[in-house]
């Protein structure tokens, strides 16, 4: 089936640590994004990628670290550096970042501290 | 500044009737708009988008949306509602000379009731 698939569907991560979220689509989508999501407060941009080996900050980038290495991967690095990680991830791709595309969403990685 | 906002952050609705979830923006330019809706712990599902043409919009289960230039709004309706459409609405724009971002409104719960 095409999508995309976020691991895992839920992370525990010590204060401290940093933690890796994996993202992989198979829609042959030039663009990926990466949203967080907390109660009330819809979805804030991360960071974004037009194209392989290129991606920007988002709105809230402090904190998180991507890669884009391969067209169909877009993984998400929590830091130490995020004082506040607890929260719903989600990952999108669209075909281009053109205006009229619509992006896909995967089911989320819900990152909780311990 | 451009904005995108969900006036409502819940809307309660017997089942069979019909259903209004609230959606304006502010822009210089002409917005491509967008719904999506998210289920308990997933993901967001693509509804149906505004790119341009006419302004009453047709999407996926039974959803339909009307685009107003001069009321800056763009409301998803449907006709009769069901139990299972309750869930978490949200409202998405592409802004012009923004880099195409998709940015969300805080998003609306919907509640049907039987």
């Known amino acids: 089936d095409g999508g995309i698939t976020q691991s895992p569907k839920y992370l525990f991560r010590k204060e401290g640590q940093n933690v890796t979220l994996s993202c992989e689509q198979n829609?042959?989508?030039?663009?990926m994004y990466w949203y967080r999501q907390d109660p009330g407060q819809g979805l804030r941009l991360i960071y974004y990628?037009?194209?392989?080996?290129?991606?920007q900050k988002g709105d809230i980038a402090e904190g998180y670290s991507v890669s884009r290495e391969k067209k169909e991967s877009f993984p998400l690095t929590v830091t130490s550096a995020q004082k506040n990680p607890t929260a719903f991830y989600l990952c999108?791709?669209?075909?281009?970042?053109?205006?009229?595309?619509?992006?896909?969403f995967g089911q989320g990685t819900r990152l909780t501290v311990v | 500044a451009q904005s995108v906002a969900q006036p409502e952050d819940q809307v309660n609705v017997a089942e069979g009737n019909p259903l209004t979830v609230k959606c304006t923006y502010s822009v210089s330019g002409n917005p491509y708009l967008f719904w999506y809706v998210q289920y308990p712990n997933r993901g967001l599902q693509f509804l149906l988008k505004y790119i341009t043409g006419d302004n009453l919009v047709k999407g996926s289960y039974g959803f339909e949306a009307e685009f107003n230039k001069s009321q800056t709004s763009f409301h998803l309706k449907k006709p009769s509602a069901l139990v299972s459409d309750s869930a978490l609405y949200f409202c998405?724009?592409?802004?012009?000379?923004?880099?195409?971002?998709?940015?969300f409104g805080g998003g609306t719960r919907l509640m049907v009731k039987p």
């Open positions: 990628s037009q194209i392989v080996n290129d991606f």
């Open positions: 999108a791709s669209s075909i281009t970042r053109a205006r009229g595309t619509e992006a896909f």
């Open positions: 998405a724009v592409r802004f012009p000379n923004a880099g195409n971002m998709l940015t």
């Open positions: 829609l042959n989508h030039d663009a």
